[in-house]
């Protein structure tokens, strides 16, 4: 959170006990950056969506009216939405000319940008909207914002298929955060030789063709294990990779069973979608499909063991987000809290690792973590 020289003064006091405490004047003043956290937001969003920032990359040193010309825009209406960038130091003003142009986004490369403008697209299509209902999703468990703005019951992964923003919008960031994520979760995970690959809830193939690139063996064969209406797409993918030989798909739900006689079971953006009885669940029908002495390894954003913790976004973002606009329940838990789960399913875990703060893009909300365990006989 941003703070201000208002902010600053009085943030903490020490009570009777001697212990710091935040002060009401503190407490409000916070409020306040949650009061102008959406229209802040919108207001970015919006600049770059009325391309603001694309006139002024070719064109820098414009005025309102010439802007307004060229994105088709009132000068004064854009003038009024500048004034945000301009506070933040992203675009800077003459204001003797009165002309624009690119202040610290001139830095930032355009794949940087476009990795978190995808993100931001994600939050205005997927969740935004939705979240105006995230109370009533809270007390009924399911997606009300679905049902109210589309007419969809059930949740974000049903409404996807019927509902072409929802889903371009969730599938571009989904597909750029495993093609980013993916390296690091293959480099810190064992694949035996040969073995047999269940991905759970694999979707349409992606995370099999990139099991098998990563760890590619003699008689490696990955299975995606989905919903049935995903194979089509899905073995339409393994032709056009000329991997069908080694890959495949089977039809089903986690929650009547998963398939059985596996090697290694493979779980990567999913835990986190349920609540812990229902995360139990799926561990535990991970432990009846694999052979004794398998492997699972699961990829998961986690919260901070403290939850204070201010560099940690994962608490800001999702329970909101996985409650109101995706899922009615769930949310990402602490590392230990999915060991302790693991554990109650007949595992014994091998490996608990975080992501390194420092290896994330500044703009990147989620902290993921690995752990691999094994099947106890």
Do not use: C
């Not at 006139?55 to 939405?81: N, Y």
């Not at 399911?142 to 923003?165: I, P, R, S």
């Not at 099999?208 to 490696?220: D, M």
């Amino acid at each position: 959170m941003r703070s201000d020289r208002h902010t600053t003064q009085a943030v903490t006091s020490t009570d009777a006990r001697g212990t710091s405490a935040v002060t009401p004047h503190a407490v409000l003043a916070r409020f306040r950056e949650y009061m102008v956290g959406p229209s802040r937001f919108m207001t970015l969003l919006s600049v770059f969506e009325l391309g603001v920032v694309d006139v002024l990359r070719e064109r820098p040193g414009l005025t309102a009216a010439e802007l307004g010309e060229q994105v088709g825009a009132k000068a004064d209406a854009l003038e009024q939405l500048l004034f945000l960038l301009v506070k933040e130091g992203f675009i800077a003003q003459d204001e003797t000319a009165g002309t624009y142009r690119l202040d610290s986004l001139a830095d930032v490369a355009e794949s940087d940008l476009a990795r978190a403008l995808a993100y931001m697209n994600l939050i205005k299509v997927v969740a935004l909207r939705q979240l105006f209902y995230l109370t009533e999703s809270t007390r009924t468990g399911t997606v009300v914002g679905l049902k109210e703005l589309y007419g969809a019951d059930g949740t974000l992964y049903d409404a996807v298929a019927d509902h072409q923003d929802l889903n371009d919008s969730w599938l571009k960031l989904m597909n750029t955060v495993t093609a980013n994520i993916d390296p690091w979760f293959f480099a810190a995970i064992d694949i035996p030789p040969g073995a047999r690959v269940l991905d759970v809830a694999g979707n349409t193939g992606l995370g099999a063709i990139h099991t098998y690139r990563h760890k590619e063996s003699p008689g490696l064969r990955v299975t995606t294990f989905d919903l049935p209406d995903k194979e089509t797409k899905a073995l339409a993918n393994f032709r056009a990779e000329g991997l069908e030989e080694h890959l495949s798909f089977i039809g089903g739900n986690v929650f009547d069973e998963i398939p059985t006689g596996f090697d290694v079971v493979l779980i990567k953006h999913f835990l986190d979608m349920f609540d812990k009885d229902n995360v139990l669940r799926i561990l535990q029908g991970a432990n009846k499909s694999l052979e004794a002495g398998g492997q699972i390894h699961i990829l998961v954003p986690v919260y901070p063991e403290d939850i204070k913790e201010t560099d940690n976004y994962n608490v800001d973002f999702f329970p909101a987000f996985f409650i109101g606009a995706a899922m009615g329940q769930g949310g990402p838990q602490k590392l230990s809290v999915y060991q302790s789960l693991l554990e109650q399913a007949g595992f014994k875990v091998t490996k608990a690792i975080t992501k390194d703060a420092a290896e994330i893009p500044p703009d990147v909300i989620p902290v993921q973590a690995v752990l691999s365990a094994t099947k106890i006989a």
